[in-house]
């Protein structure tokens, strides 16, 4: 049976036990506030009974605190961590294409297509008075105004790119970061819990973690116990699939820099990422999400408007032949002119420079590649499929770039080809090309090689030279420019057909210029405003639907906030009530106490003579 000062015992229980939940209360009150804390919870239970050989069987010894156990629900905490990747991504998309549509905005005066307006007012203003030389002059500023703010666009897309590509690396620092603490908490958390406690504090930062890194990319977490109540657990942290942390190893992604592109529009120096363990990281996969797929998408979205045909060439050779491209119009190219990256299954090559011979009858484009100098093809091709950058299903800053170098290229030439049929102030026909380019080398004009024909006068195959500065492939928006000699000179301006003849009111080519504003078969829209204003409002279409999800996704993720925290937040209130609930428990066990001293009293001191 129990001995004479059992009772002490089990109102000592009490008191420890109530002490421990008053101060676990405590606690949770303290961190009601704290961003990630876990509400925490004594849990209590009798201690084992004593089995007495008197008539009553079994007697209680009191109270004990098993665990004091995190409140946490992991189903709300995957729901959190995928939905947060969905809101990370579209908030990343939202803010850069807010900031293309920034750039093109259509909502003050200065708007693309008002820009491209006024020089058709100018223009206009210069048809019923073509010798006037201050209207002359107003026409080439407008034109050039207008080119400069081209220019401006692709610059301005240009430094969007390049803090894309900046924040590419920033958002991989942050993962390796984020990884190794994660790495650090596991072996923290296992050093304590294999011990018999249990690292409540250490697992809600290392929650907290895994939240931020929800954002970046999609994660998956796994936890598993090793052995048999060693008290050691394996916590593993999958990013897209791949191992991203192991208990107490991690991987980590390596920042590199290319020296070759797939774009003649890229900054310099666009990143790549790769696992340090060796294993290829694929910025395309459809399951990466977050804020890192989002900047991969940005960055290189092309609309599924890349480069690609079959290659032919022998092993050895230091050429590759691309036929059946599916570029066959050079408006709309766009690969680099030098150190451009040719991908033929998995092999990627370099070239230094590339020619393009077009069928007139056809319109098919061959083009051949010159490899970079040391490099030869690996294997034979015959037909292999071949590729210049990926095929990203999504409308980045190289697709509104392409959009601008195909307006531009497309206008020019027409523009350009009218002009050169007529005479000058002077009577002069120059065939001067109104607008043209900056070479980036020399700072000159651009010359564009007029069409040849053979011997018979046929026209010949058109071919353009990539190291040769002599064809609009090579006009861009980020260099075209009004012909210096017609700034310099607004009388160059071509506005009659027949100077001599038709004097100095013929404008008969100045008509022609004017009327390319409403020419619709200049371009698969329509008319040339039509095309600026499709692109702008395809591009306002995109950035309203990225923050409609966005501003969607937000009440998403607050309502399973709000979810998670209703089991794992802290309620001061219902804090209050168990603290005042416990110390009235706490209380009668120190009454318990009292009572069993006077007992003891009256047994020891006055029991007996």
């Known amino acids: 049976m129990p001995n004479t000062f ?7 229980s009490g008191l420890y036990t109530y002490q421990a939940a008053i101060n676990t209360a405590a606690h949770n009150s303290s961190n009601a506030d704290t961003i990630g804390y876990s509400r925490q919870q004594a849990i209590r239970s009798a201690t084992d009974a004593l089995q007495i050989t008197g008539s009553y069987g079994m007697a209680g010894t009191g109270v004990n605190v098993n665990n004091i156990i995190q409140v946490r629900n992991l189903y709300y905490d995957e729901k959190f961590w995928n939905n947060n990747a969905v809101y990370g991504n579209n908030t990343t998309k939202q803010y850069y294409l807010s900031n293309i549509e920034n750039y093109m905005s259509e909502v003050n005066m200065n708007g693309t297509t008002a820009v491209f307006d006024e020089i058709f007012t100018a223009m206009s203003g210069l048809l019923g008075d073509t010798g006037n030389i201050t209207k002359r002059t107003e026409t080439a500023e407008a034109s050039q105004t207008f080119a400069e703010y081209l220019n401006f666009l692709h610059g301005g897309l240009q430094n969007l790119q390049d803090e894309c590509n900046f924040e ?6 942050k993962i390796n970061s984020l990884a190794e603490q994660i790495a650090c908490l596991n072996r923290q958390i296992n050093t304590i819990e294999v011990k018999g406690a249990v690292a409540n504090d250490l697992r809600d930062a290392r929650a907290l ?119 066959n119009d050079f408006n709309l190219l766009n690969i680099p002119d030098s150190k451009g990256r040719i991908k033929i299954g998995a092999a990627e090559y370099v070239y230094d420079s590339f020619t393009a011979e077009q069928d007139l009858k056809t319109g098919e484009i061959t083009y051949t590649f010159k490899l970079a100098a040391g490099s030869t ?18 409308k980045g800053i190289p697709y509104y770039m392409g959009q601008l170098n195909e307006f531009i290229r497309t206008f020019s030439n027409a523009f350009n080809d009218v002009h050169k049929t007529g005479q000058d102030f002077y009577g002069n026909n120059e065939k001067l090309n109104f607008f043209t380019g900056k070479h980036p ?96 409002g395809v591009l306002g279409i995109d950035s309203k639907a990225a923050k409609n999800i966005m501003e969607s996704q937000d009440n998403i993720m607050r309502a399973i906030d709000s979810q998670r925290m209703s089991v794992s937040g802290v309620d001061s209130d219902e804090e209050a009530m168990d603290m005042a609930r416990f110390k009235k428990i706490y209380d009668l066990n120190s009454k318990v106490i009292s009572i069993m001293n006077e007992i003891y009293s009256k047994l020891i001191n006055e029991t007996g003579l």
């Not at 107490?248 to 820099?257: K, M, Q, R, S």
């Not at 020296?259 to 120096?269: A, F, H, L, P, R």
């Not at 007029?450 to 861009?476: C, F, M, R, W």
């Open 168 to 173: 590419i690396k920033n958002t991989a620092d």
């Open 209 to 327: 973690l895994v939240d931020q890194l929800s954002e970046l990319a999609n994660v998956t977490v796994m936890e598993r116990s090793v052995g048999d109540g060693t008290g050691i657990n394996q916590y593993i942290v999958r990013l897209d699939g791949k191992t991203l942390v192991d208990t107490y190893d991690f991987n980590t992604l390596e920042v590199i820099a290319e020296e070759s592109s797939v774009n003649i529009n890229d900054v310099d120096g666009m990143y790549k990422l790769k696992w340090s363990n060796g294993q290829n990281f694929d910025p395309r996969s459809t399951t990466l999400g977050g804020t890192l797929k989002a900047l991969f998408e940005v960055r290189d979205g092309n609309n599924k408007l890349n480069f690609n045909g079959k290659a032919t060439g022998n092993k050895g050779d230091t050429e590759i032949k691309i036929t059946d491209a599916s570029i």
């Open 6 to 12: 059992f009772g002490l015992s089990i109102a000592k």
């Open 441 to 536: 080398a020399t700072g000159e004009d651009l010359v564009f090689a007029e069409p040849t024909k053979d011997a018979n006068g046929n026209p010949v195959s058109l071919v353009i030279d990539s190291s040769k500065q002599n064809s609009y492939y090579h006009l861009t928006a980020g260099n075209v420019k009004v012909n210096a000699e017609i700034l310099k000179d607004p009388k160059k301006i071509a506005c009659a057909e027949d100077r001599v003849n038709g004097g100095i009111e013929d404008s008969k080519i100045l008509q022609g210029l004017i009327a390319l504003k409403t020419d619709v078969t200049m371009f698969k829209q329509g008319r040339p405003d039509s095309f600026l204003q499709t692109m702008v």
């Open 377 to 394: 093809l690996q294997d034979t091709l015959n037909g292999e499929p071949a590729k210049i950058g990926d095929s990203i299903e999504y």
